[in-house]
Every structure is written in structure tokens, then in C-alpha cells.
């Protein structure tokens, strides 16, 4: 979608919010796959619910997104514009053990970051991609660490009020692959608090996540991390694997040979060919294993 309306257009740029006029999805997503909008990066917290409201008026639907490394994006010509914050420098504050940190910062660059500055507690977030605020919306998790732990407060636009606010930890619950924040909540800032630890020590957990994440995941291909949640108790990429469907394709979609959770653009996969092979997945699993997986990649159709 094209903003047309000049006035909307002309008071954009006061409003902190510099325009990418019919920029590709499939050039900011992990998994390469996604259409074309016009995508509005965000300088100013302050300006956002200008900006939103200024776009409502105008009649122009819009989304949120973080860093693009769990979203499977249709294709074509996109019914709503995107909404991106811009990173602002620095991206992280430190004040004692605790982290201020901007909802645009990358999540790993983040976790080095702190640990340079003895505070860990993160180790297992390291090779997660993607932004702070993607990662905080959806309690992103690896090797027994979830973000979740260490929130003390959250910057959150809520579109519902259309109003700016902080939220203390534990307003939010936090849970496996959930938090209770609504769906058009745009995260903007948090703060955490962290454990004080000693550099040299973080690095060593932080290489043995390094490892084991190299060891069992298609690091070097476009994907979008794991497709299906993990069912109460049950191994969504174990499933996958057992019933013998590693490499299994739609078109350029592929189920990963290293990780059968992992599916993969192999090359110029579509969003159609990506949504064929998951349900196609999906229903191999109930069938064999009567589990109904549940999608862990966020999908933004048309
Ligand atoms: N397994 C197989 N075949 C496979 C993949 C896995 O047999 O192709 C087996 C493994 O051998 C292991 C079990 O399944 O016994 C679990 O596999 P793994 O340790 O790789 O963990 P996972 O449950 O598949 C979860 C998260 C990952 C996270 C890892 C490490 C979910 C959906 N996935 O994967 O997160 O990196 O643990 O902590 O919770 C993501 O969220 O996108 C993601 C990649």
C-alpha cells in the first residue's frame, strides 16, 4: 500500500517518521519471503500516537514490526503500510543492574552488551535474532532462559487507548511463547534488571548456547527459527523428524535437513508455498500423533 494523501505525507517528516516508499518484505524478513508497502521508521516515541492516529484518519491500516526474524509475510502488493521504531544511539542504558534498552536494539547485541558490563542471566537469548521489542512481545526462549525473568518495566504503545504506558513486570505475565500483552500492543522500551556476573563466566555459557545452537540448527538459511510451538510435554521438530519429513518442499519451501522445526527458503519461496507446506505438516502430525501444532511463526496475511 502507497500513502497518497499529501497532507498525511507532508506531516510525516515533522513527526520524527522517515518514509520507505514500497520497500520489500522479503529484503527485511529472515525468511526472505513477504510483499511490497511502504514502511514508516520511527524516530520519536513521543510522535507515535500522532503518527498512528494521523493514519487512522486517513484510512490506513497499519502493522507493527520488530526485527522481521518470526514473521512469515504474504506477498504482493501489502493492504497495510508498516510501522518500524528507528534505533536510536545508544540503545542501551545501564544504571547498575539494571538495563534500560530500546525495543528496536537487536536481542543479541544487547546480551553482549550487558555482559561486557558483568550482568548476565541472558546466556541462552544469544543467537535468538531479532529486535528487544519482538523478543519481549512473544517471551522469547532458548536453553532454559526466557526474557520474561528479568522485566521490571515496559514502554508500551497501546493501540487500544491510543496512549503511551509504562507497565511494571508484574503486570504482564509472562509465559512459554506468550505474554498477556494485546496483539496490537507496540512495544517500546523495557527495562531489566540482571544478575551481576563476572564477563568471562557469561562468555563460557554464552559459547556453550553458541555450540549447541550450531550443532542443531540450519544457522546459514533463511527461515524464520521454529515454525510450531512445542505442545505441552511434546518435541514439535522430534514429531516432524520421526514421521520422516526432513526435505519435504513446496516449491522453494522446505523442511529443514538439520532441524525439522526449522523450515527453510531455499531459494524463492512464497508465502503461499511457505503457509502450503505448514498446514500440509501440521496435518501429518495431527494424524499421526493427534497433536494439533500450534504456529510459533507470527503470519501476517493479506
Ligand atoms: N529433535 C529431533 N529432530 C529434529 C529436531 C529436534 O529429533 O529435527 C529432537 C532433539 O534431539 C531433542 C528434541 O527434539 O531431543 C528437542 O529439540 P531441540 O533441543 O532442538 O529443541 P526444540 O524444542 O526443538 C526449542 C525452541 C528453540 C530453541 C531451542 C533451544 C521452541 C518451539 N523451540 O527447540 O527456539 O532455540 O529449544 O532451547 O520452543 C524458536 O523459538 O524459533 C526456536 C528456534
Avoid at 492516529?53 to 520488530?66: C, E, Q, V
Avoid at 497501546?158 to 506468550?178: C, M, N, P
Avoid at 505474554?179 to 563466566?201: H, N, Y
Wanted: net charge neutral.
Amino acid at each position: 500500500m502507497r500513502i497518497e494523501d499529501q497532507k498525511i505525507l507532508a506531516a510525516l517528516p515533522d513527526l520524527g517518521v522517515d518514509r520507505k516508499p514500497g520497500a520489500s518484505l522479503a529484503e527485511i524478513t529472515y525468511l526472505g519471503i513477504g510483499g511490497t508497502t511502504d514502511l514508516l521508521r520511527m524516530k520519536k516515541h513521543e510522535s507515535i500516537p500522532d503518527v498512528l492516529n494521523l493514519l487512522d484518519a486517513g484510512g490506513i491500516p497499519f502493522k507493527f514490526l520488530g526485527g522481521g526474524s518470526n514473521l512469515l509475510v504474504a506477498d504482493g502488493e501489502l493492504p497495510w503500510v508498516v510501522v518500524q521504531l528507528a534505533q536510536p544511539d545508544p540503545d542501551v542504558v545501564i544504571e547498575g543492574n539494571f538495563a534500560m534498552v530500546d525495543a528496536s536494539a537487536e536481542l543479541g547485541r544487547m546480551v553482549t552488551f550487558c555482559a561486557k558490563r558483568d550482568l548476565g542471566g541472558m546466556e541462552g537469548l544469544i543467537g535468538v535474532p531479532g529486535t528487544v521489542g519482538g523478543a519481549l512481545r512473544m517471551n522469547a526462549g532458548a536453553y532454559g532462559i526466557q526474557i520474561g525473568t528479568y522485566v521490571r518495566e515496559v514502554k508500551v504503545y497501546r493501540a487500544a487507548g491510543r496512549t503511551i504506558e509504562v507497565l511494571k513486570g508484574d503486570q504482564i505475565s509472562f509465559e512459554y511463547r506468550h505474554t498477556s500483552f494485546a496483539p496490537d500492543d507496540m512495544m517500546l522500551a523495557v527495562k531489566l534488571e540482571l544478575p551481576s556476573k563476572p564477563f568471562r563466566e557469561i562468555l563460557q555459557g554464552i559459547r556453550i548456547c553458541n555450540e549447541k545452537r550450531r550443532a542443531s540448527q540450519p544457522l546459514g538459511q533463511k527461515s524464520a527459527g521454529c515454525i510450531f510451538k512445542n505442545p505441552p510435554g511434546a518435541s514439535a521438530g522430534r514429531m516432524i523428524d520421526e514421521l520422516g519429513l526432513k526435505g519435504l518442499s513446496v516449491g522453494d519451501a522446505r523442511v529443514s535437513d538439520r532441524h525439522a522445526n526449522f523450515f527453510v527458503n531455499a531459494g524463492t519461496a512464497s508465502a503461499e508455498d511457505m503457509l502450503a507446506l505448514i498446514a500440509d505438516v501440521r496435518e501429518r502430525v495431527r494424524k499421526a500423533y493427534g497433536f494439533e501444532l500450534e504456529n510459533e511463526v507470527v503470519v501476517w496475511n493479506a
